[in-house]
């Protein structure tokens, strides 16, 4: 059997060996990006090659793929929420978030408003606000969200932010060619700000992949801002991504999630981040009537005095390369 010489072994640990690594630390390049995001699902391969290297008796090759599944878990794993289960409700304020992207929505046979009313929603961040998305929000949510702003662009970069708690401030975050918003409000007169931001989506690019430049922009403004920050929206990179890792490591921010889903090919761009002095006690995606994902929502409250210091991340394992 080809399996049993030894030079057909080493050829298969090294490649084993050689994708973890691309996943784990991944060059500096968009095409390698794109490898990153499969991550989930290389790590679900590994434990199937792991249980036909089994069958065929082949108990080192099992291992080494065994355990590299372990460690993509292990990877996977300290880039989430890494609480076993939410946090319970305290005593503390709390707002229901959600963030939806309306160029998945459908809005001839998806009643928004009653989606929205449904999940008690206090602020939803819109992305890809174009003009003609404008006059149905105002029209739909105006009296249920008197609080609202517009970024509107014929561009897959505008945004709206409607809210029934009052704005204390606007604030606008330019990044090349898109603006970010950064909103201060007061919940139950507990500040809070959220931030909705839009990352390019990646591109095949013998540069250095742009995302850390707008990443290393919002997370200056948020390590100036001592209240509590939420931050959303549609990254369009994996929460695992070396870039995502090290925004939140240098932002102090936390993960929502705590698993992802990997029956489908579908992986998260889109997230909601916090800081230590909040609790997400919900986590969930949204859905339209035909299961097409549209957005995120979490609820997330201040965090009780009283409370312990929030679980560390572990330490990561990728170092930032200069």
């Not at 950064?182 to 742009?210: A, C, R």
């Amino acid at each position: 059997m080809i399996l049993n010489h030894k030079l057909t072994q080493f050829a298969c640990i090294l490649a084993i060996v050689m994708l973890v690594l691309v996943i784990i630390y991944p060059p500096e390049f968009a095409i390698f990006k794109k490898g990153e995001v499969l991550a989930g699902h290389l790590m679900l391969s590994m434990l199937f090659m792991g249980m036909i290297f089994l069958v065929f008796d082949q108990q080192r090759l099992m291992v080494v793929s065994l355990a590299a599944s372990a460690l993509i878990a292990f990877y996977l794993k300290t880039a989430a929420n890494v609480h076993i289960k939410f946090p319970d409700q305290n005593h503390q304020p709390n707002i229901n978030i959600a963030h939806i992207n309306l160029s998945s929505v459908n809005r001839i046979d998806f009643n928004l408003s009653k989606y929205l009313s449904a999940l008690e929603v206090d602020l939803v961040s819109f992305q890809e606000v174009t003009p003609d998305w404008t006059d149905y929000l105002n029209k739909h949510l105006g009296d249920t969200y008197p609080y609202h702003v517009d970024l509107v662009r014929i561009d897959p970069f505008g945004k709206s932010v409607y809210s029934q708690f009052e704005f204390n401030q606007i604030d606008t975050i330019h990044c090349g060619q898109v603006t970010d918003l950064l909103i201060e409000l007061n919940v139950e007169n507990k500040p809070l700000y959220i931030l909705s931001t839009y990352l390019l989506p990646p591109f095949f690019s013998p540069q250095k992949y742009p995302a850390k430049d707008h990443l290393k922009i919002i997370q200056d403004k948020i390590r100036l801002i001592s209240d509590p920050v939420i931050s959303i929206g549609d990254f369009n990179l994996v929460y695992w991504s070396s870039e995502i890792r090290r925004f939140l490591e240098a932002s102090n921010l936390y993960n929502s999630r705590r698993k992802i889903l990997l029956s489908s090919l579908q992986v998260p761009y889109d997230h909601l981040f916090f800081t230590s002095d909040l609790e997400c006690i919900h986590f969930s995606e949204l859905s339209d009537n035909n299961s097409t994902h549209i957005g995120i929502f979490g609820i997330l409250q201040f965090k009780s005095e009283d409370n312990p210091p929030p679980i560390p991340t572990l330490s990561y394992m990728i170092q930032e390369s200069e």
